[in-house]
């Protein structure tokens, strides 16, 4: 009996030990790095992803990583699709995003898997967790010190304020309605010039 429960206590550790082993990251033909984290969570080059939902067990994390793209990193959501054993993946923002176009926010996800994928397809979507994309902030810092740093001497010098001189070139004569100039009344002195057309001579 010692021996079976020696044995039984080396397995049971063997199989803790293999359970508890993270599974190690894995690279795709592209340079796609993956990894699932447990259950739910996954890593797709660096970045942490939940699995939201799985309609017909459409994920595989294989398959989503060698159809992953940087160009996907930018999303707030992720939704795959399967459609005659090809997956396609698009991209889709949250709902709080105001830059977004309404059609790429995650709340319009029904009218897309109707509109453009198959009746009754298998999809999945999955959520980007953790870190949000942050804004680049300390380029924005630097543009903001360049401009202000700019031609300081111009801008601290004192700007002269001239009032326009405008000439009076009406001439009052005779009656004038109100809020009539003479000006407006006479007609430029081309208009005023007289010509006569000739007939030609043959």
Known sequence: MSEENQLTDD???ILEEIVEEPTPEQKTAKGTTFERVNETDILLSGRLY???ADYRQ???LEKVANRYSEVLSRYDFIVGDWGYDQLRLKGFFDVTNK???PDQRIDTLEDYLYEYCNFGCAYF???RVGHRK???TAKKQKKKQTKSQAHVAEKKAPVKKTTPKIKNTTKKTGKQSPGT???VKQKPKEATKKFTIRKREE
Request: charged share 30%; no cysteine.
């Open 125 to 127: 979507v999955i959520e």
């Open 11 to 13: 397995l049971t550790a």
């Open 181 to 183: 100039t003479e000006a």
């Open 99 to 101: 830059r977004a176009l």
């Open 58 to 60: 459409a994920f595989d």
């Open 50 to 52: 939940r699995v939201v």
């Open 134 to 136: 942050q804004k680049n």
